[in-house]
T-cell receptor
Framework: AQSVTQLGSHVSVSEGALVLLRCNYS??????LFWYVQYPNQGLQLLLK??????LVKGINGFEAEFKKSETSFHLTKPSAHMSDAAEYFC????????????FGQGTRLTINP | GAVVSQHPSRVICKSGTSVKIECRSL??????MFWYRQFPKQSLMLMAT?????????EQGVEKDKFLINHASLTLSTLTVTSAHPEDSSFYIC???????????FGDGTRLSIL
């Protein structure tokens, strides 16, 4: 079975500061991991995905995430926060590369302070 | 990029009404579509998975007769909330995937409010 824990339901950073959103997973098989972003009253947009090709994954909008098997983590980072990054972020895990069935974390709301 | 269109974006209706939500993949053929429900400030909960031409697979605790899912073509799936009640009010989101190692692509959701 798979599960995802996102540490911190709310993260607040200043504009230009480093963004770090934490995600730890549990999986009985090699996992495939995803980060999605959700803006208010919208669906989810895929930021990036880990599918075992490379441990450091670069996504859209300047985000990247590093898969660390020893720590069972897949934290999302961005060097410099933008006001437009304010949104809800979800980490998800799937036992299949094709994301046949995703299990989502609880979500982290990112607030950017001017 | 892959686009999923969900319609309507918002529905307000009286208790006892049945509501149909459409999910369309606009530029790819979706072998599998998913329906999620999201409560305020919470994560997405998978309701059911549907493959084109076959019956949907519902998650535990989701009433099949309450939430009717049809996936009649490779580009369209519908979710019908039958005899909706206020407790069915929620944000419903669909997603679709092409197959192979392709990820899920999400619609913009439907906010359902039952009075």
């Amino acid at each position: 079975a798979q599960s995802v824990t996102q540490l911190g339901s709310h993260v607040s950073v200043s504009e230009g500061a480093l963004v770090l959103l934490r995600c730890n997973y549990s999986s009985s098989v090699p996992p495939y991991l995803f980060w999605y972003v959700q803006y208010p009253n919208q669906g989810l947009q895929l930021l990036l995905k880990y599918t075992s090709a490379a441990t450091l994954v670069k996504g859209i909008n300047g985000f990247e995430a590093e898969f660390k098997k020893s720590e069972t983590s897949f934290h999302l980072t961005k060097p410099s926060a933008h006001m437009s990054d304010a949104a809800e972020y979800f980490c998800a895990v799937s036992p299949f590369q094709g994301a046949q069935k995703l299990v989502f974390g609880q979500g982290t709301r990112l607030t950017i302070n001017p | 990029g892959a686009v999923v269109s969900q319609h309507p974006s918002r529905v307000i209706c009286k208790s006892g009404t049945s509501v149909k939500i459409e999910c369309r993949s606009l530029d790819f053929q979706a072998t599998t579509m998913f329906w999620y429900r999201q409560f305020p400030k919470q994560s997405l909960m998978l309701m059911a998975t549907s493959n084109e031409g076959s019956k949907a697979t519902y998650e535990q605790g989701v009433e099949k007769d309450k939430f009717l899912i049809n996936h009649a073509s490779l580009t369209l799936s519908t979710l019908t909330v039958t005899s909706a009640h206020p407790e069915d009010s929620s944000f419903y989101i669909c997603s679709a995937r092409e197959g192979g190692d392709q990820p899920q692509h999400f619609g913009d959701g439907t906010r359902l409010s039952i009075l």
